[in-house]
């Protein structure tokens, strides 16, 4: 696609920018408290198991609408690489309560980390772009 058809589609499709910026935002404090539950868990509290597994299901659920919010937005607005990573991040949630779910803790907290290190840069950068 060219410059100008580019900017025509730009011009009739809404900026969905803000949707993405706060499903993000969501997403990452959704996150941030599945990760707080994760050392009740490993301390042997059961409660935190189904708490903890829950909020895995809402955090992929977010995972889930942002990455739809950014491929809605377009590559355009929401920029290849942020798409990506938008598109990823549910993809390894789903990998992640597969993990948790057959136990194999030391993958889990590792694709855990990943999936914390790229939700936190793909907020940043997507609030980041609002400002420029």
Do not use: C
């Not at 910026?21 to 990760?35: F, I, K, T």
């Not at 829950?54 to 798409?83: C, K, Q, W």
Request: no cysteine; charged share 10%; proline share 5%.
């Amino acid at each position: 696609m060219d410059h100008a058809a580019n900017t025509a589609q730009q011009l009739r499709s809404p900026n969905l920018g803000p949707i993405v910026r706060w499903a993000a935002s969501a997403h990452l404090a959704a996150l941030a408290a599945q990760v707080a539950l994760a050392p009740a868990f490993l301390a042997g509290l059961q409660d935190a198991y189904a708490l903890h597994s829950i909020e895995g299901r809402v955090v992929a659920a977010l995972g889930v609408v942002v990455a739809v919010a950014a491929i809605a937005n377009g590559p355009s607005r929401t920029g290849p690489r942020l798409t990506l990573i938008a598109i990823a991040i549910p993809v390894l949630e789903a990998m992640q309560l597969w993990l948790g779910f057959s136990a194999q803790i030391a993958a889990h907290v590792l694709m855990g980390l990943t999936i914390w290190g790229l939700s936190i840069a793909f907020a940043v950068k997507v609030w980041a772009s609002a400002r420029a």
